[in-house]
């Protein structure tokens, strides 16, 4: 069969089966991780590709923007090693900001799938490691050198074989090596069963590479985008998100222009990037906006380079959506996750039912390392997560990550891993946004720090701000701004880095969802029902 051409229904068989592939590796990842990070909060990604770094099949749980960032870094590797400096068993990696993710902490694979001698696909994984070097992950560094260790691209394995010089300049850099080591290790192994995979598909078909199924795949699933796109009202849409910045806010404009079956989106007017950790390197952009045109417009058809093909994202060279070196990214989700968010509010007017009120994102975590007892280091970090934006159907779902889809860290794993005692975790009453329907609730988490000495903390926290709020839709409020306290008095800039003391308590808040439509239209069986379970207190 080395036709490009397939029937629809070959088509779909190879498809799906190419999509279990990558879903097979994503699972084996997981069960021989390390670090919480990808074993319970499902921070990574595994993708295939055809031989020019086009991603053709995505693990269907992996991040939203690492499904488009990876395919990009993999095209990267592709530009420095020819095919005549690969052999089978090579592996290349990186973690460079404006080659990879955006940020050092996500470690990006690849490997070569070699069949008959020659390159027939690429197998990719990211993973964001527990720790990196540097100073404790935080939204305050000023530039990238403080971030922690700069992977160039390079081969890690040769032949099979992990380059040791490599590992001992990892594992001296870092916090944690044996989880920062072991869940590399995991990321080879995810790259070696999709690599068995394909290798047994295109054998089983008789197909001598993945590029003719690939180009079939990247053409319909085109062709379903830009008829999607059709159905959009063509003009231009223009939406404007506050982030709460450092210091002072961070304002982003966004114009959308709809027209012949393309949509172009563009930044200008965008703040400047700042000597801060909040910026965001312009792959990550790309990623999250065509992920957000994707969830309105196309939701139910695979992820691949063909749906994102009619989409043309830019920013100008310098501002905070484009950021150029050396700028620190450590913190760039707390910018990034509102460019979805945005892409949704921009075609709320033209596609009202389709659409949610703002929602609790960016995601927020807590990234905490010291020095247990017994001197050994600890570093790790934890999830979690704000309300969900109500949508014309129904209220938002209480804490629910979007646009990532990490899960909160459970309570079991932050104790096991961190002399922490977590006093409770609760819904946060009064947090979801006033509507016809209610925007989902935000969550409280107040722990202790158990140690004898010193805890580092520093929190990803993003819509503390009330004019930040997640925005209400057609009529419904916002949802109520997150908040952060150390020994019950609330932290004036929650993005610092702080050291809590021996037998301190730290309370955060995430931010609840936005409402939809007028509050004085909800049905009263739904304000009983918020009032019984404790979503309201009045």
């Not at 790259?191 to 068995?196: F, K, V």
């Not at 979801?432 to 925007?439: D, P």
Request: net charge negative; charged share 20%.
């Amino acid at each position: 069969m080395a036709t490009s051409r397939f029937d629809a229904i070959t088509l779909e068989l190879l498809w799906a089966r190419l999509i279990s592939i990558v879903d097979e590796a994503a699972v084996a990842m997981v069960r021989t991780s390390f670090s919480t990070n990808v074993r319970e909060s499902n921070d990574f990604a595994c993708v295939l590709t055809d031989t020019r770094g086009h991603s053709i099949a995505q693990a269907t749980h992996s991040i939203p923007s690492f499904l488009n960032t990876v395919p990009q870094t993999i095209r990267h590797f592709i530009a420095e090693f020819p095919e005549t400096d690969l052999s089978p068993d090579d592996v290349l990696i990186t973690n460079d900001i404006w080659q990879g993710t955006g940020h050092l902490p996500d470690i990006t694979v690849a490997k070569p799938i070699f069949h008959l001698g020659r390159i027939v696909g690429w197998a990719g994984s990211v993973a964001h490691a527990p720790d990196i070097g540097g100073r404790v992950r935080s939204a305050d560094a000023r530039s990238v050198f403080e971030e922690g260790l700069q992977i160039p691209i390079m081969k890690v394995l040769h032949q099979g074989r992990m380059d040791p010089t490599f590992e001992r300049i990892l594992r001296k850099n870092v916090r944690v090596p044996d989880q920062v080591i072991g869940d590399l290790y995991a990321q080879f192994t995810a790259l070696q069963r999709m690599e068995a995979g394909v290798l047994s598909q295109l054998h089983e078909y008789a197909l001598d590479s993945l590029d003719g199924l690939a180009r079939e795949i990247h053409v319909r699933s085109e062709a379903a985008m830009r008829e999607a796109i059709r159905k959009v009202p063509e003009g231009v849409y223009r939406q404007t998100a506050v982030t709460d910045g450092i210091g002072q806010p961070i304002r982003l404009e966004m114009t959308m222009t709809v027209k012949d079956g393309s949509i172009s989106v563009d930044y200008s007017g965008t703040d400047p990037q700042v000597a801060a950790s909040i910026n965001v390197c312009l792959a990550y952009t790309k990623a999250y906006t065509c992920y957000g045109v994707r969830t309105v417009l196309l939701p139910d058809v695979a992820g691949n380079e063909g749906v994102i093909a009619p989409i043309e994202v830019t920013a100008p060279a310098g501002s905070i959506l484009n950021a150029l070196p050396p700028a620190a990214g450590g913190a760039r989700a707390l910018v990034g996750h509102m460019l979805p968010m945005m892409v949704v509010q921009a075609l709320a007017e033209a596609m009202p039912d389709r659409v949610i009120a703002g929602v609790g994102s960016p995601l927020w975590c807590a990234n905490v390392a010291g020095q247990r007892d017994d001197g050994s280091q600890y570093a790790s970090m934890f999830f979690m997560n704000g309300g969900y934006g109500a949508s014309s159907r129904r209220d938002g779902i209480n804490v629910l990550s979007w646009p990532s889809n990490i899960s909160s860290t459970p309570v079991e794993m932050i104790e096991q891993l961190l002399p922490i005692r977590v006093h409770h975790r609760a819904l946060r009453t009064d947090s979801g946004g006033a509507g016809t329907y209610r925007g989902g609730t935000g969550q409280s988490i107040k722990f202790e720090n158990l140690a004898a000495g010193p805890m580092t903390v520093s929190f990803m926290a993003e819509r503390t701000r009330p004019e930040a709020a997640a925005p209400g839709l057609a009529g419904g409020a916002s949802g109520a701004p997150g908040q952060v306290l150390i020994d019950g008095k609330a932290c004036s800039n929650p993005k610092q880095q702080q050291v809590i003391a021996p037998g301190s308590i730290v309370e955060m808040k995430t931010p609840g969802g936005g409402g939809y439509g007028p509050a004085a239209k909800r049905a009263e069986a739904h304000r009983a029902t918020d009032l019984r379970d404790g979503y309201v207190k009045a």
